[in-house]
């Protein structure tokens, strides 16, 4: 057999009609929302009206992603599968891809090789429109508050402290500051301003927070969109947005159903980024997921100092869950890569590198165990270059911190080679201790929370606060918003904020250069290092090699 991109497995796959995914689920055809043959939303309602099994909810992590790539999602569905394979009622929920990545360097999100959701391509590119409605909504606030500005600025903003931003799903470099309003009084106010990409808008991590479309208004409203001349915070709800933007979302709440390659049914919800947002699916389809299924695997965007830590942090405080057990994922070659090897050497043996980078993984797997005392498995995703050696070394440094290594082939064997996995979570759901504890406590001030998750989930030796985010710290504690969790923006290639220091780096300190409130969401974000909430497309991006044939057929997409 010759090697067949994903896209090529994808298409060859022969998907269950959705109301077939539904009946897996007890859902009745009443309850879901038709997008074809093989999307459906589902009424998120159900929830209260139905009786649930509160399932056991499984998190996947991963080391610091580097190009020589985890598989972390690819996991997630694999062991999805594989848990269905030995029997088990099980339902996977991930995060919705972004058009950015997608067209960009990153590619998509729908897992890959025989561990993939379908329908991929749909999944990877408009889906059910969720993303779209999610910019609308942001956009439509932007113009509002413009508007108001332009129409007499009855609440008197500054506007040079306008902190509302305008958003698309796209790596537009272009838009990340802009003028506008220019060429005379009928087309607005001057003013700066600049995009976001749309998985970076409080708006996404909102949608993802919310339980249901009542608390999703109090949410939207509460957003801060301004400040007024005196320093005052103006909202969403002063300007009388929220209700405008939860008709936009109204559909988008519903949990969009889909299948895995396997026939496991998938909620595929929501997609924030966890290098400058929470990094988690949405909380309504994490909870539907648990509701209609005994297992539930779910994942967390990058590696556990970013995507688990909010996972834990943010998303488990905020919705009252708690994981039963976590996958790390980590791959032989990335851990060569961080042990100083380059990218087009990673097939050959090197133990030394190998025992260089391998740290990595094991601070990953000390957050979980030793911070969150959560118990965990590496799932170690085995390349055909992987020697016994390196195996075996990667197997017995795990070992010294009680954590058992099994190796995963999902990508090439879909859920028959995710068992070794599958059955060792089984064993950490039922034999192992579970005392989960969050890595610090939400009434803290905001500087010790920050240092908390720098000095215990990072490893430095302490933070620096710029003289504008010490600033905007204490007006934000002034204001109100001291107690709730932080959001830490930071690079996600390295445990430190410089991309560059790969492995386990220590004698760093990571430094805070601005710090604002997401109070619809309910966090205050902390910038480090020179993160950015809008990427740019790399030199040839994977644009350049996407198309589609006269029947339809897409080709290029990984």
């Given amino acids: 057999m010759g090697f067949k991109s994903d896209i090529e497995i994808a298409q060859e796959a022969k998907m269950q009609d959705i109301r077939e995914m539904a009946k897996k689920l007890n859902i009745s055809e009443e309850d879901i929302d038709l997008y074809g043959k093989y999307k459906a939303k589902v009424d998120y309602n159900l929830l209260k009206k139905t009786k649930g099994k509160n399932g056991k909810l499984i998190l996947t992590t991963a080391i ?57 391509e749909d999944i990877n590119l408009h889906f059910t429109g ?32 306008v902190v509302w931003r305008r958003a698309v799903d796209m790596n537009d470099r272009q838009l990340r500051f802009i003028t506008d309003g220019l060429s005379g009084k009928t087309n607005g106010v001057p003013r700066e301003d600049g995009f976001d990409i749309t998985v970076a808008s409080e708006i996404m991590a909102i949608f993802c927070l919310a339980n249901d479309i009542t608390d999703l208004k109090e949410r939207l409203a509460r957003i801060v969109v301004a400040y007024t001349r005196e320093g005052k915070p103006i909202t969403a709800g002063q300007i009388n947005a929220q209700g405008a933007m939860a008709a ?19 909620f595929v919800h929501g997609g924030p980024f966890a290098n400058i947002a929470h990094g988690c699916n949405s909380v309504i389809a994490t909870k539907m997921a648990k509701h209609f299924g005994d297992y539930v695997v779910t994942e967390a ?19 009252g869950l708690k994981p039963d057990a976590v996958i790390i994922v980590a791959t032989v070659r990335a851990l060569k890569y961080n042990g100083g090897v ?39 995703n085995r390349f055909p270059t992987d020697t016994e050696a390196e195996l075996k070394l990667v197997e017995d440094k795990c070992k010294e911190l009680g954590v058992n290594v099994k190796l995963s082939e999902v990508w090439a064997k879909g859920g028959e080679g995710g068992q070794e996995v599958a059955k060792e979570v089984l064993r950490l759901i039922d034999e192992e201790e579970n005392n989960f504890e969050y890595a610090y406590d939400v009434q803290l001030p905001i500087k010790d929370k920050i240092r908390a ?19 905007q710290i204490k007006q934000l504690e002034e204001l109100g918003f001291g107690n709730i969790p932080v959001c830490i923006a930071k690079t996600q290639y390295s445990l430190t904020d410089d991309q560059k220091k790969l492995g386990r780096p220590t004698g760093f300190k990571i430094t805070v250069r601005q710090v604002n409130v997401s109070a619809g969401a309910g ?17 040839v991006p994977a644009a350049e090699k ?7 057929v897409i080709s290029g997409l990984f």
Avoid: W
């Avoid at 936009?248 to 998938?266: H, R, S, Y």
């Avoid at 996407?546 to 339809?552: A, C, F, K, L, S």
């Fill in 64 to 120: 610091n992603p580097t190009p020589a790539g985890e598989g972390k999602t690819t996991t997630a569905i694999g062991v999805a599968d594989a848990l269905s394979k030995l029997g088990k009622s099980t339902v996977v929920a991930l995060r919705e891809p972004s058009l950015g990545p997608v067209f960009g360097i990153k590619g998509g999100a729908a897992g890959g090789g025989y561990a993939q959701v379908v329908p991929m």
């Fill in 248 to 266: 936009l979302l109204k559909d988008a709440l519903k949990p969009n159903l889909v299948q895995t390659l396997e026939g496991t049914p998938a």
């Fill in 546 to 552: 996407i198309d589609v044939d006269e029947n339809g």
């Fill in 301 to 319: 965007g990058f590696g556990a100092d970013l995507g688990a830590e909010k996972f834990l942090d943010i998303k488990c405080r905020m919705a």
């Fill in 523 to 539: 966090f205050v974000v902390a910038v480090t290092g020179s993160i950015m909430k809008m990427p740019g497309l790399p030199k």
């Fill in 453 to 471: 998750i720098a000095q215990k989930i990072y490893g430095a030796d302490d933070v620096d606060f710029t003289t504008g985010a010490s600033k």
């Fill in 342 to 380: 380059p990218k087009a050497e990673l097939s050959k043996e090197n133990l030394e590198a190998l025992e260089k980078g391998l740290p990595n993984l094991l601070k990953h797997v000390e957050n979980i165990t030793k911070v969150y005392k959560l118990p965990a498995v590496v799932a170690l």
């Fill in 130 to 161: 969720d993303i779209h409605a999610i910019g609308a909504a942001n956009n439509l606030l932007a113009a509002m508050v413009d508007n108001h500005i332009y129409q007499g600025n009855k609440l008197n903003i500054d506007t040079r402290r």
